[in-house]
């Protein structure tokens, strides 16, 4: 583990994992073999020492990168506010989480379905009626992949008491 260069801003895992819970989504880095890395947002949602994100079952670039090389890694953000205090000074208070982890593609069609229910759960609650419609008319066409966590770290700056 990289030590954090702040060390009074960093957060344990359980605040990563709980910040991960309330993001709508995050931003995963795949390797390439080019000069730059592919990143691109995805929601996620935890099970456990887990995450999971869908995608269309249809190949592209983000599969064959996990394919050629599952490791990844993942940023959350959460509260982002950036505030002027006078005089001259500018920063911002914030939450993030950083998540590194082994990307694998799920198989067992209870375990895709699971994790489709839970990202659905979390994110349109209310709408839990067409579930089991969708998963009928779209499942065939829908690869779930789980990233097991190895590492999940967290780093906020709290706004201070008397603000």
Not at 34 to 52: I, K, Q, T
Not at 74 to 95: H, L, S, W
Not at 99 to 128: F, N, S, W, Y
Request: a negative charge; charged letters at 20%; aromatic letters at 8%.
């Amino acid at each position: 583990m990289y030590p954090m260069r702040r060390s009074d801003r960093e957060q344990g895992e359980e605040f990563a994992l709980s910040l991960i819970d309330h993001c709508s989504h995050g931003v995963m880095s795949i390797h390439t073999s080019e000069a730059f890395p592919y990143c691109l947002p995805l929601s996620f949602v935890r099970n456990g020492n887990c995450l999971y994100f869908h995608c269309a079952k249809a190949g592209g670039r983000k599969l064959d990168l996990l394919h050629a090389n599952p490791n990844v890694c993942i940023t959350f953000v959460g509260g982002d506010e950036p505030e002027f205090v006078a005089p001259n000074t500018y920063t911002t208070y914030f939450q993030s989480a950083i998540v590194t982890g082994t990307a694998v593609e799920v198989t067992d069609q209870e375990e895709m379905i699971e994790a489709l229910r839970l990202l659905c759960e979390k994110l349109m609650p209310e709408h839990m009626s067409g579930f089991s419609h969708a998963i009928q008319s779209t499942l065939a066409a829908t690869s779930v992949w789980r990233v097991d966590i190895a590492e999940a770290r967290g780093k906020q700056k709290k706004r201070p008491a008397n603000c």
